[in-house]
């Protein structure tokens, strides 16, 4: 996607084992940032080599199919490569929170983990999504500015009027940006009322913007489903 600047591990959701967890590289000048690492990525990063090309990590949330293969990464990066993974943190917040996750199975996260702050991640950007996805879980989407293309990944979120209203906003706050400049990567389900944005919420919004869905089975979209998807875009 985008000229190779993008590069999914997965796009599959939880039950998702043969698609893998949907989880992404993205190429900026300043680093490569791997956004989510679930479960069922680790052996799949490893096999595709995509595991040697990760410098940063983002996480979206710390459900298992978006963090669950943080630790082994972790592990990898410095007994592999001698070098400690930089989690880019939105804000101080959420690193309070994985500093607390990963002091439930590391006594000393720095000789694994250093946090970078969004300022020194440059073209980064965040949006919280808290309680949008599953109830007191905390939540972001993130954006990526490359070249003049904002792309936007929503992590999970069952709430697609805050997608179009932060669309909206990036929109009215930066003169000169159209809306042919997004490219809007979104989550998907084909159940309604799941956590997850419904397939025919997401048709509405590609009515708009450049839409690819993922975290989902694409091969078993109903035969109504006009969505594209990254698992066919991505290859
Ligand atoms: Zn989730
Ligand atoms: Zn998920």
């Avoid at 990963?102 to 720095?110: G, I, L, P, V």
């Avoid at 944005?197 to 078993?220: F, G, N, S």
Wanted: net charge positive; charged share 25%; with cysteine.
């Amino acid at each position: 996607m985008l000229n190779g600047r993008i590069k999914f591990a997965g796009t599959g959701n939880m039950r998702s084992f043969d698609l893998g967890n949907s989880s992404m590289l993205v190429r900026m000048s300043f680093g490569n940032v791997l956004v989510d690492c679930g479960y069922a990525n680790y052996e799949r990063m490893i096999k595709s080599k995509l595991i040697d090309e990760v410098e940063y990590l983002m996480i979206t949330h710390l459900h298992g199919d978006h963090a669950g293969s943080i630790h082994p990464l972790l592990l990898y990066l410095r007994y592999q490569k001698n070098v400690r993974c930089k989690i880019i943190v939105p804000d101080n917040n959420f690193k309070k929170y994985l500093i607390e996750y990963f002091s439930f199975f590391m006594s000393d996260y720095t000789k694994y983990v250093e946090f970078v702050d969004l300022k020194h991640a440059p073209g980064v950007g965040f949006f919280e999504t808290t309680g949008l996805h599953s109830n007191r879980i905390v939540s972001y989407a993130y954006t990526f500015r490359i070249g003049r293309r904002f792309v936007y990944y929503s992590g999970d979120l069952g709430d697609i009027t805050a997608t179009e209203r932060f669309l909206q906003w990036v929109l009215n706050y930066n003169p000169g940006m159209q809306i042919s400049d997004f490219l809007v990567l979104h989550e998907t389900s084909f159940i309604e009322r799941s956590g997850h944005t419904y397939y025919k919420d997401l048709m509405r919004l590609a009515e708009k913007y450049e839409v690819y869905a993922y975290h989902c089975d694409h091969r078993r979209a109903p035969k109504d489903c006009t969505l594209k998807f990254v698992a066919d875009a991505d290859k």
